[in-house]
């Protein structure tokens, strides 16, 4: 059986990929180690993955904590599974809330929505785990209680972070201890979090919710001017759903439907199969004009149509409908850049992680506090930093994503895979914002049209469009293609070579004689583990 992809490094990297029967691979090596232990212990790959996520919260508070929301997609026993744990706005998030202002706030409690992440661990491990939940804390609470050493890019974020956190509630006493962050090598620990971490396994997150954690967090915002109650908390619960998909040549790309951004990576891959990508060739700058216009176009719908999806007045079909893909894909001209706006379809800070085991599971799993540290509100006494999800919403009357009481914003953070001829082939993510779905994009049209490894495709040079006219580029990206996008129009910013703006793509990817490819991409402290 021939491999899907080729087996050469183009690209400047410090990593090669792992090949292992069983592996992990997230974007701090501690997490991942802990996510590995598991398996050891002879648990299966969602064990490895709630795992390293709970990890992650520890290791890597400048991405992600306990206080955030998380998605995941799992293959297992022959069938791909979707799950979302995004929480609500508070029941007191009317419009009229937010009266005076011009747009949501960006820290603070006016952006703390309900945390879903805890809820989705125990979710995922009562539905396929094979270890006792609790068991999978153990790495995290021993990491929080006897500290480790941080590693330099994560000390590098810490401090660029806290000027902007530091005078939020509990947010210095709690990460700045001793009136800065902490320096690359310096010993981190954090009791406050191993002991809510400790009271999360033992209860089965029902204290976060429920108990005596829900009712910390919901006194803290009573006392600092949140709104989050204890009746918001209580009334989540994690949601399975089916997973949405796209084809491109022989290929599958499934995201999780929306209130996601993931149909944006979808969209854009259906507006680029009416391209012949092999014939521009790789890394060509046709290749990248064509997929800088198609994620614009998709941007456009996605920030336009997309939303919680009992709000939503166009569903994921229509978005997805291939006439309509094809006459999006129809607005792109091969010599000029385009200022996209939505169309008209018929009406009908973040980490990751990936883990997958000889048996066959695969797990695509990611949780974020969305800006860093989240809205930099900490809860005293518990290590809960609590995300900014909502600053996603938006306050323009009548739009979809309007905020209001327990609605849930349009998200960001989204899990991949791809299968091919109905069969799973590659568990994968590219975190950072709205880097997600142009990742997916660049990630899978690497795969399908040009045979790249997943560490090669995460290694080439990418490119960010935001809702403005600049199109962001790494500096590897051949100067020649730079200027014959801006040539055509693009606004290229080249950024620098430490930029950490484009992402953290780690990927699994099946063997075709058994086992898998893990990659961790070398923007990051990450690391591909396994055995």
Known sequence: MSSPFDWSFPYASRKMPVLAANAVATSQPLAAQAGLRMLLAGGNA????????????????????????MFALVWHDGQLHGLNSSGCAPAAWTPDYFKGRDAMPGTGWGTVTVPGQIAGWKALSDRFGKLPFAKLFEPAIAYAEEGFAVSPTIARQWANQAPKLAAEPGFAEAFLPQGRAPQAGEWWRFPDQAKTLRDIAETGGE????????????DYASKTGGALSAVDLAEHQAEWVKPISQSF?????????????????????????????????????????????????????????????????????????????????????????????????????TVYLTAADASGT????????????????????????????????????????????????????????????????????????SMQAQGHLQMVTRLAAFGQNPQAMSDAPRFRVEKGPVVNVESHLPADVVDTLRARGHNVAVAPVDSLEFGSAQLICRLPQGGYLAASDSRRDGQAVGF
């Open 46 to 69: 969602v064990d490895s993955a709630i795992a390293t996520a709970i990890a992650l919260t520890v290791v890597e508070p400048v991405m992600n904590g306990i206080g955030g929301d």
């Open 362 to 433: 695969m797990v695509s799993f990611i949780q974020s506090n969305y800006h860093g540290f989240g809205s930099g509100v900490v809860v005293p006494g518990t290590g809960i930093s609590l995300h900014n999800r909502g600053l996603n919403f938006v306050l323009t009357p009548g739009h979809v994503n309007q905020v209001a009481p327990r609605k849930k914003p349009m998200h960001t953070i989204i899990p991949a895979f791809v299968t091919r001829g109905g069969q799973p082939l590659m568990s994968f993510g590219v975190m950072g914002g």
């Open 249 to 349: 040549r022989d290929y599958e790309l499934h995201e999780i439907p929306p209130s996601g951004q993931g149909i944006s990576a979808l969209m854009a891959l259906g507006m680029l199969e009416q391209f012949d990508l092999e014939g521009m060739g790789r890394d060509s700058a046709d290749y990248y004009h064509v997929s800088i216009e198609a994620m614009k176009l998709a941007f456009a719908d996605l920030h336009h149509h997309v939303a919680d999806p009992r709000h939503m007045r166009t569903d994921a079909r229509a978005l997805l409908d291939r006439a309509y893909l094809a006459e999006r894909a129809r607005l792109i001209s091969m010599d000029r850049a385009s200022v996209p706006t939505a169309g008209t379809p018929a009406t009908g800070g």
């Open 207 to 218: 204290s976060f919710y429920r108990g005596e954690l829900a009712r910390k967090i919901a």
